[in-house]
């Protein structure tokens, strides 16, 4: 079993549609937890972190967390075309000190 | 604020030459990682400082693959030889650590082709 665990996708949307991005993590010492966007030919670009149970929300992302059930999501409102990209989740051991990564999700956002 | 840098970008070299890396992070980032990123995957650590000193190589193949952080602050990678295997990004990243939250930044990446 892989640590931090991700659906590969494709996910298609539609614009305007709600676009929503799913985690799995396996280490329970985990503590905080990241998504990147990564477009295609280019390095991650973070676009938030969580490390509170509960929502998280920044412009039209919303960052979930669930660490009963040790879960992560991300959702994108108003989902646009620019949109398009592989998201990374990560998560961080403070005890390790140690960042792991997902295999990342593709998105392919629909004009 | 200057983001982590690095050079070359691109590179391509025949098996079994040599490569080296070199990457400048964040200013006052005492945790500097190298990355390997296939594509198709998500970025697999290779190695891992803190400050000069390092904290985790175990994903580095230590027969072809070293790393270095003199004084703290730059780092290098190297590769030799190089495998077709190889070819992937070479992502260098730099973070801060506040409390529990350990936040990283990933410089544009150098794209490695072994032909």
């Known amino acids: 079993q892989k640590e931090v665990e991700q659906n590969s996708g494709p996910l298609s949307v539609p614009e305007g549609a709600i676009a929503s991005l799913n985690c799995t993590y396996s280490d329970r010492v985990s503590q905080s937890f990241f998504w990147y966007r990564q477009y295609s030919g280019k390095s991650p670009e973070l676009i938030m972190s969580?490390?509170?149970?509960g929502d998280k929300e920044d412009g039209r992302f919303t960052a979930q967390l669930n660490k009963a059930s040790q879960y992560v999501s991300l959702l994108i409102r108003d989902s646009q075309p620019s949109d398009s990209a592989t998201y990374l989740c990560a998560a961080y051991n403070t005890n390790a000190g140690k960042s792991t990564f997902g295999d990342g999700t593709t998105l392919t956002v629909k004009p | 604020e200057a983001g982590v840098a690095q050079s070359p970008r691109y590179k391509i070299i025949e098996k079994r030459q040599s490569v080296a890396f070199w990457c400048n992070p964040i200013?006052?980032?005492?945790?500097l990682y190298w990355y390997q990123q296939i594509l198709g995957q998500g970025p697999k650590l290779l190695i891992q400082f803190q400050n000069n000193g390092v904290v985790d190589d175990s994903q580095l193949p230590k027969d072809r693959f070293s790393a270095e952080r003199l004084k703290g602050v730059d780092s290098t990678l190297k590769i030799q030889p190089a495998k077709l295997e190889d070819s992937a990004v070479y992502l260098c990243?730099?973070?801060?650590?506040?409390?529990?939250?350990?936040?990283?930044?990933f410089g544009e990446g150098s794209w490695l082709t072994v032909v």
């Open positions: 969580i490390y509170s149970n």
């Open positions: 990243a730099s973070s801060f650590k506040q409390g529990f939250v350990n936040t990283i930044y």
């Open positions: 200013s006052g980032h005492a945790t």
